[in-house]
């Protein structure tokens, strides 16, 4: 079965841009988790879709936003970019999210902000 | 503190040695897992564990909830197992994932 498709790979953007990034889960998934990765803080939770519904949310800024469609396929957005925002972005897609649901991650979306 | 705890940071090792890591958490979990992450940023799930002992091939990994501390190890150790590897777990209903720092390992050959 195919995985967890996140596009696009790489992405370069100046300061001040925004940004969508887009992630299409496992077939049957309904659960879409997003996930900043950086070399100062490591992995940290964005937030957690299911059904169309942020069910979850972490400690990032308002500029950081999210949506699912019906399809369960879902998009990250970022605007007023900072160079800060540079990370890897990681989905992952779960049939329902929490424990006892394991966990299929996408190959993420490198993004630079110059 | 961070809820959730790896050591060591780093590891080398010869081929054919055995691999431990450790992880300990603060709060409370539903489920915790092995990632492992090669360069270019790809993450593979290894292991979910709520409870004792699972094993894949020539890994293992085992939970001590009362404890609060899970390791991972390695038998027969190859260079194409390096790579990072990274601790997360589930905090009970809240489908939110904590993350290790992550334990880079090495395997010369």
């Known amino acids: 079965k195919a995985g967890v498709t996140q596009t696009p790979r790489y992405l370069i953007k100046t300061r001040g841009q925004q940004v969508t990034l887009s992630c299409s889960p496992i077939?049957?998934?309904?659960?879409v988790s997003w996930y900043q990765q950086t070399p100062g803080q490591g992995l940290q939770f964005l937030f957690e879709?299911?059904?169309?519904?942020?069910?979850n949310k972490g400690n990032f800024p308002g500029r950081f936003s999210g949506r699912q469609f019906s399809n369960s396929r879902s998009e990250m957005n970022v605007s007023t970019l900072e160079l800060g925002d540079s990370a890897l972005y990681l989905c992952?897609?779960?049939?329902?999210?929490?424990?006892?649901?394991?966990?299929?991650f996408g190959s993420g979306t490198r993004l630079t902000v110059v | 503190k961070n809820e959730v705890e790896q050591s060591p940071q780093n590891l080398t090792a010869q081929e054919g040695e055995f691999i431990t890591i450790n992880c300990s958490y603060s709060?409370?979990?539903?489920?915790l897992h092995w990632l492992q992450q090669h360069p270019g940023g790809g993450i593979v799930s290894l292991f979910m564990?709520?409870?004792g002992k699972k094993k894949h091939g020539r890994l293992i990994a085992t939970i001590n909830i009362q404890e609060k501390h899970s390791s991972l190890h390695i038998t027969a150790s190859h260079p194409r197992d390096s790579a990072v590897y990274i601790c997360?777990?589930?905090?009970?209903?809240?489908?939110?994932?904590?993350f290790g720092k992550g334990t880079k390992l090495t395997v010369n050959p």
């Open positions: 992952a897609s779960s049939l329902a999210g929490g424990g006892g649901y394991g966990y299929t």
């Open positions: 077939s049957g998934h309904r659960s």
């Open positions: 879709y299911f059904s169309e519904t942020q069910r």
């Open positions: 709060v409370g979990i539903s489920a």
């Open positions: 564990l709520s409870s």
């Open positions: 997360a777990v589930d905090q009970g209903g809240s489908e939110k994932l904590v």
